[in-house]
């Protein structure tokens, strides 16, 4: 078996640390990429009105672009993703309904400018279900994924 690192990033941090990681782990990687990509003022979080606050708060499905071939493949999968409203972005969960997690290790790892990593753990649980482990960490570089 293998395995496999995703992310979403808004701003590009998830990005470089999920990148770094997989490449230090030898893993594949998949960007989670929504169909319609996000714009600076959709994800300002200062606007109650902004895309990303109202996608949260609705709990709205955000339709992903592409697609992992062979994901049974994997045994184990990372999740990258910045923390909004102290949970995953709606686009990250989007993407998790699509795919069977039964029996796979699955660790979230969040970046995040100020917030915690609050139930992120519990919250994903209901989006991989039949998944053997799901852990949550906040983390700040791709060595703190490494140690874990």
């Not at 994901?71 to 409203?85: A, C, R, S």
Request: aromatic letters at 14%; hydrophobic letters at 35%; proline letters at 4%.
């Amino acid at each position: 078996m293998s395995t496999l690192v995703t992310y979403f990033s808004a701003e590009g941090t998830t990005k470089k640390v999920a990148e770094e990681f997989a490449r230090k782990i030898n893993a594949d990687i998949f960007e989670i990429v929504p169909e319609e990509p996000y714009t600076k003022a959709d994800i300002n979080y200062l606007n109650p009105l902004s895309r990303c606050n109202r996608e949260q708060i609705e709990k709205k499905d955000v339709p992903v672009k592409g697609r992992i071939q062979d994901f049974d493949k994997y045994d184990t999968v990372y999740v990258g993703f910045p923390i909004w409203y102290a949970a995953a972005p709606r686009v990250v969960y989007s993407f998790c309904k699509g795919y069977n997690w039964e029996g796979k290790k699955v660790y979230a790892f969040a970046t995040s400018g100020g917030s915690g990593i609050g139930k992120t753990a519990e919250k994903l649980e209901e989006y991989v279900k039949g998944a053997a482990s799901v852990e949550a960490k906040l983390i700040h570089s791709a060595g703190e994924i490494e140690n874990w």
